[in-house]
């Protein structure tokens, strides 16, 4: 799942119940990656909205301690657990976490892509979003030019996680050693498939050979891996691959 977020220097989101400030480019950064999606949201995002209405072309789920809550257009929930299980039948990717606060705190442990407008400001706030640079787990993945809207300088970030909840063994395992151990699913398909035709044409071998060499890959070592196979790619695979 995806959260998305404008923050100041501080991390700061918010102060006394609105958005520190509106930016069109962050607006429309917003409108495109959310349109036909499904966003999540506290009552008082909610409210915060245009005429306190759901967006228009978006799922809109809201999530309230408030008992006999109701709004036109949306679907509401009152716990943490029940809005997860109404967000399975939707693909991961096409979930946003919206706000407040506390919801993005609530969900955070459950995505794995933050979408961050960044802006080079201090503003005065109440409300802040946990700072991925100084959480082990996220990292950058992505980061824009330098954006400006008048005297205002921002930019736009991608966070991803990379270390997933514990394996089966209890231990913490990164995202890739858990593809490197699943590769013949449809999304390490999809890491590899760029792997195995370029050594298939590189190496005139059989592609059934190379695709049993990638099954073998550590991600972390894939580099070394492709330079030892390219120097024995005329023999035989042998035990130490």
Avoid at 33 to 41: N, Q
Avoid at 116 to 143: K, R
Avoid at 173 to 187: C, G, I, W
Avoid at 214 to 221: A, P, R, S
Wanted: net charge negative; proline share 3%.
């Amino acid at each position: 799942m995806n959260l998305i977020v404008a923050v100041d220097k501080n991390w700061a989101i918010g102060n006394k119940g609105k958005l520190l400030v509106s930016i069109p480019g962050d607006q429309r950064l917003f409108r495109e990656e959310t349109m036909g999606k499904v966003i999540v949201m506290g009552r008082k995002t909610m409210e915060s909205l245009p005429g306190g209405n759901p967006l228009p072309g978006r799922t809109n789920v809201v999530l309230t301690r408030k008992s006999g809550y109701t709004k036109k257009g949306a679907v509401i929930f009152h716990g943490v657990q029940e809005t997860l299980d109404f967000l399975k039948q939707f693909s991961g990717g096409d979930i946003f976490i919206i706000g407040g606060e506390e919801i993005y705190r609530e969900f955070l442990p459950y995505c794995d892509t933050a979408h961050v407008t960044w802006i080079d400001y201090s503003y005065e706030a109440d409300t802040y979003f946990p700072n991925l640079d100084q959480d082990p787990n996220w990292h950058l993945t992505e980061e824009s030019d330098e954006q400006t809207y008048f005297n205002l300088c921002y930019e736009f970030r991608k966070y991803q996680v990379t270390v997933c909840r514990a394996g089966k063994n209890g231990q913490e395992e990164t995202r890739k050693q858990r593809r490197s151990k699943s590769v013949m699913t449809e999304d390490a398909q999809g890491v590899n498939m760029d792997i195995i035709a370029a050594l298939t044409k590189e190496l005139s071998v059989g592609r059934n050979q190379v695709e049993a060499a990638v099954k073998l890959i550590d991600e972390g070592n894939t580099i070394p891996f492709i330079a030892r196979y390219r120097k024995e790619a005329t023999g035989a695979l042998n035990d130490e691959i």
